[in-house]
């Protein structure tokens, strides 16, 4: 490959890397073709961009951004795969499902996830547990909406229990 292809190819990975919230860096290589297969379906269908790329032109791509990779560095070896995602947690469930039915592939080498690195498979469950920006905003909509739902329900029933008393005393005289 040409120095100038190679700089182009530098720039789309860093590009791509930029454009998502989150990556993952995964083993494929021992995957055949129809689960290879079936993971790309299952990734287009779940908003993850899948790439195969070099080690090496990875690695120069990650020194090119801004942020601090070098715990990632020591993972690219092998063949490496890059799963990009907006949702933190997706390509961990993903994962999950797929090493759930083969127990070997795809193996998670190491993820950037919310500004923070994690390194090893045994990340993998941690990663499935990490809650969307979506699925928190939700969380906190729900807490703020309980008490008020509390008092609306409090202040329904004291307004039933008024009507029984007043109504109760009206049908006595």
Do not use: W
Not at 36 to 49: Q, V
Not at 86 to 94: E, M, R
Not at 95 to 120: C, M, N, R, S
């Amino acid at each position: 490959m040409k120095k100038e292809d190679k700089a182009l190819v530098i720039a789309n990975i860093a590009e791509t890397i930029k454009s998502y919230a989150g990556f993952y860096l995964v083993e494929t290589a021992g995957l055949d073709a129809e689960k290879t297969s079936a993971l790309r379906r299952e990734c287009f269908k779940s908003d993850i961009k899948l790439l195969v790329v070099k080690n090496t032109l990875l690695h120069k791509a990650l020194e090119s951004l801004d942020a601090d990779f070098s715990e990632l560095y020591p993972t690219l070896k092998g063949s490496t795969s890059l799963m990009c995602t907006n949702v933190g947690n997706a390509p961990a469930k993903l994962l999950k499902k797929f090493i759930g039915k083969d127990d070997t592939l795809p193996a998670l080498k190491a993820a950037y996830v919310e500004e923070t690195v994690y390194v090893g498979a045994n990340q993998l469950e941690a990663l499935s547990q990490i809650k969307s920006k979506n699925e928190l905003i939700a969380d906190v909509v729900a807490l703020l909406q309980s008490p008020a739902k509390n008092v609306i329900s409090a202040l329904q029933s004291g307004g039933n229990k008024l009507h029984g008393i007043l109504e109760t005393l009206s049908n006595k005289e």
